[in-house]
């Protein structure tokens, strides 16, 4: 007969081995961790969800996640960053096929902190940018409060789509004193961002390098407009579709700008469909390869080919001493569709494409 010791002990070993026999990485698939600190932001490697908590990023402090692949990752708190004098980015997350949930919640850089009127060409020293993000995955529904200088940098992607998401920097319209507070600065290919807003003193979109980039549905004002470049040399931007997207009180609406001093350079096969833009106080549509001259002597190290507005129109209003479509060539070709472009307001520009031939339009 069985002893109660005999029996239990049977029993302790049978689930043991049960346990056992549970591969490893799926018990730790099933782990869960909480950010509540840089210290604990080390250690979510293994965690297939993780949360972060409120607080505050001290000063010389830099906060950095490499998730689990895979990882549901969701805000419960807002995240500041202190005044500090470390180097940007002061957020980076990289990780492959992330679910990124910000729930309202905000990443507050204390611009205010900072800001001067000089951006990062001088004046205090500016981390920027605020935010980083590599690897893949879908990153939704946060907001960029504040940022010192540029406030979010996409790059070494993977397939990246944002949805959702604002960056918030008009309190440095106060004085004049937010400078160079890009919204959203690419340079990696297969990014799509969708349903979000930008307002800023600079570029909402700045694409400088990559292919495969969709701009979507979003709002941008305050700023300088939607933007391929600036283009530095042995930097292509290729296959990018602009559509849906709201512009108002910027400076510039639509701009391609390549350095005039570029080489190894191109931009190729740019989208426009379905835009409106409103309040322009410079240039409707500005397509340039003399930057950072707006129009001057264009260089021809960075070829610029196939720029289209098509399926939905583009509409553009400018004020009244705005140029409604200017372009600065000096080694552009094709023929580019301009048939769903309309511009009104303002006075004409001037239009050397060089050897691109543009077709249709109303500017």
């Known amino acids: 007969m069985f002893t109660h010791a005999f029996r239990q002990f049977v029993f302790t070993a049978a689930v043991l081995a049960v346990v056992s026999a549970i591969p490893t990485e799926e018990l730790e698939e099933r782990s869960s961790c909480t950010i509540s600190s840089v210290s604990t932001a080390s250690?979510?490697?293994?965690?297939?969800?993780?949360?972060?908590s409120a607080f505050t990023v001290p000063s010389g402090s830099?906060?950095?996640?490499?998730?689990?692949?895979?990882?549901?990752?969701?805000?419960?708190?807002?995240?500041?960053?202190?005044?500090?004098?470390?180097?940007?980015?002061?957020?980076?997350?990289?990780?492959?096929?992330?679910?990124?949930?910000?729930?309202g919640y905000s990443f507050d850089g204390n611009g205010a902190d900072y800001w001067d009127g000089e951006g990062t060409d001088g004046g205090v020293d500016k981390p920027h940018p605020l935010l980083k993000?590599?690897?893949?995955?879908?990153?939704?529904?946060?907001?960029?409060?504040?940022?010192?200088?540029?406030?979010?940098?996409?790059?070494?992607?993977?397939?990246?789509?944002?949805?959702?998401?604002?960056?918030?920097?008009?309190?440095?319209?106060?004085?004049?004193l937010g400078a160079n507070t890009d919204g959203f600065d690419v340079s990696a290919d297969d990014v799509t961002i969708k349903n979000s807003v930008v307002k800023n003193q600079d570029d909402c979109l700045a694409i400088n390098d990559g292919s495969s980039i969709v701009f979507e549905d979003n709002t941008c004002s305050?700023?300088?407009?939607?933007?391929?470049?600036?283009?530095?040399?042995?930097?292509?931007?290729?296959?990018?579709?602009?559509?849906?997207?709201?512009?108002?009180?910027?400076?510039?609406g639509l701009r391609i700008k390549v350095k005039a001093s570029a080489t190894d350079a191109s931009v190729s096969d740019i989208t426009y469909s379905g835009n409106t833009i409103t309040g322009i106080d410079k240039y409707g549509v500005l397509i340039t390869q003399s930057y950072p001259?707006?129009?001057?002597?264009?260089?021809?190290?960075?070829p610029i080919s196939d720029i289209n507005f098509t399926g939905s129109t583009t509409t553009i209003t400018v004020g009244d001493d705005a140029k409604r479509l200017t372009i600065d060539c000096g080694a552009c070709s094709g023929t580019w569709d301009f048939s769903k472009l309309k511009i009104t307001g303002g006075s004409e520009g001037t239009v050397d494409s060089d050897d691109a031939t543009i077709s249709g339009g109303s500017y």
Do not use: E
């Not at 250690?43 to 972060?52: D, F, L, M």
């Not at 939704?140 to 010192?148: I, K, R």
């Open 43 to 52: 250690s979510i490697s293994s965690c297939s969800s993780v949360t972060i």
């Open 62 to 103: 830099t906060l950095s996640l490499s998730p689990k692949s895979g990882a549901t990752i969701t805000m419960a708190g807002d995240i500041t960053f202190a005044k500090t004098s470390s180097d940007g980015p002061l957020f980076t997350i990289d990780g492959d096929d992330i679910t990124f949930n910000g729930a």
């Open 133 to 176: 993000f590599k690897g893949s995955g879908t990153y939704s529904d946060f907001t960029v409060l504040n940022s010192p200088a540029q406030a979010i940098s996409i790059g070494n992607s993977d397939g990246l789509v944002f949805d959702s998401i604002t960056v918030d920097n008009s309190d440095g319209d106060t004085d004049d």
């Open 222 to 252: 305050g700023g300088h407009g939607i933007s391929i470049g600036s283009i530095s040399s042995d930097n292509s931007v290729s296959d990018v579709t602009i559509s849906g997207n709201t512009v108002k009180d910027s400076m510039y």
């Open 293 to 302: 001259d707006d129009d001057g002597t264009p260089g021809t190290g960075g």
